[in-house]
């Protein structure tokens, strides 16, 4: 739904009581609980999330969006182990999640607003923040990360919404940042998304992107070696492990000739290990 002026209203996280889901009976300090969550992240069997009736805005969140994204149990929808994740996806990423917010946030400081899409736990809206960005806003479907985000980084503003429906009024935003989001959509509702940020983002607005680089897909663990070390081989690896059900569409498609036909001009394209980083402004129309 276009917004024709009004930003979204930003809930009270902190005093938002949000319903347990079956993830959250998970003490990961109990043997068997710690055996139990292992053995469902290692399982090649995917339970579809399940959503208590009164999880915020659940007939609005799309089917592709309920699954177990990075072997989570119950994906982004639990209390104790959406906080586990916002942790352990950085510590998984051996720490280049750091500076790879932080290129994100050094690419958009020339903008007054911008807006984190798929902002899970706020981490890259804290850093386009801590860079000097005025008006900072982060957007995501799941309202327990949103939660997080909201009380580890109080002074910015968390929304809950979809990057291709995010709420907000055409030509909102200076810039645009997405990290680890676009290779998580399926092709239709990534091209959603883009015809979304096209209508947000001001004249000339830019939009910065971090996605898994396609390095550790398309090589073998051979010639990652050579090339990497041990850290190519550990990237592949878990490349192939962890459920990522749209990433080999997302390396398929994600081209410059594909953002061009979404109205984007592509300033930098860079595929490093174990991130690829683009920066794209939006071209007149």
């Not at 911008?114 to 923040?129: E, F, H, N, S």
């Not at 396609?214 to 070390?229: A, D």
């Amino acid at each position: 739904m276009t917004n024709q002026g009004f930003d979204p209203v930003v809930p009270d996280w902190g005093r938002l009581e949000l319903p347990d889901t079956w993830a959250d009976q998970f003490n990961l300090r109990r043997p068997l609980h710690l055996l139990r969550f292992f053995r469902g992240i290692c399982s090649r069997k995917r339970r579809q999330v399940e959503l208590p009736a009164n999880v915020p805005g659940r007939e609005g969140i799309p089917k592709y969006i309920l699954q177990e994204f990075h072997s989570l149990p119950n994906g982004n929808y639990s209390k104790r182990i959406t906080r586990g994740y916002i942790t352990g996806f950085d510590r998984s990423m051996l720490g280049v999640m750091t500076a790879g917010r932080e290129r994100i946030a050094h690419s958009l400081t020339q903008c007054r607003s911008v807006l984190d899409v798929g902002c899970a736990g706020g981490r890259t809206a804290a850093a386009l923040k801590e860079a000097g960005v005025d008006e900072v806003w982060g957007l995501d479907p799941s309202p327990y990360l949103l939660q997080h985000a909201a009380k580890d980084y109080p002074g910015l503003h968390f929304v809950q919404g979809l990057a291709e429906d995010t709420g907000f009024a055409s030509e909102r935003f200076d810039g645009l940042a997405v990290c680890f989001l676009l290779h998580e959509m399926p092709p239709r509702y990534l091209e959603r998304a883009m015809a979304e940020f096209r209508r947000i983002l001001k004249p000339g607005g830019l939009l910065a992107i971090c996605e898994p680089s396609p390095e550790q897909v398309r090589k073998g663990y051979k010639q990652l070696f050579r090339e990497y070390g041990l850290k190519g081989m550990y990237f592949r690896w878990m490349a192939h492990f962890v459920f990522e059900p749209f990433l080999l569409a997302w390396h398929r498609i994600s081209s410059v000739d594909f953002f061009a036909s979404q109205g984007f001009e592509v300033i930098s394209d860079e595929k490093g290990m174990p991130l690829r980083h683009m920066l794209l402004r939006k071209r007149a129309e």
